[in-house]
């Protein structure tokens, strides 16, 4: 059993703000929280394959808790540089083609896309 914790990034900071009612965090922090959720995820597999194959071996995997929803609410939405992807939602996604049709037809059109 191999369980990796080197590239785990720093959510240290973002965990105590979310503490804070009405805190926001930026895409990046985002992005990092979701990541330290997967590896969660993966490291409670791989305890409780461990503790099937070792009965009577104590380990409380079920104390990790269980972020699968929350990981499918984001997986794929927030880019590891913190950015959305355009296919987060239908309504972003129509928002960028819309925009970039109208980039195309008008050259000098700002190039600010949300």
């Known amino acids: ?10 959510c240290e900071a973002p965990v105590a703000r979310l503490r804070i009612e009405g805190t926001v965090l930026d895409g990046v922090e985002i992005a990092a929280l979701a990541a330290a959720l997967e ?8 305890l409780s394959a461990f503790r099937r194959r070792t009965r009577g071996w104590r380990l409380a ?9 929350l990981l499918r609410e ?17 309504a972003l996604a129509r928002i ?8 195309h037809r008008h050259p000098g059109f700002a190039r600010t896309i949300p």
């Open 1 to 10: 059993m191999r369980l990796r914790f080197t590239d785990l990034p720093d």
């Open 39 to 46: 590896r969660s995820f993966q490291v409670k597999g791989a």
């Open 61 to 69: 995997p079920g104390a990790l808790g269980d972020f699968r929803p």
């Open 74 to 90: 984001i997986s794929g939405r927030i880019l590891p540089d913190g950015s959305i992807a355009d296919d987060a939602s239908v």
């Open 96 to 103: 960028r083609r819309e925009m970039e049709r109208q980039r």
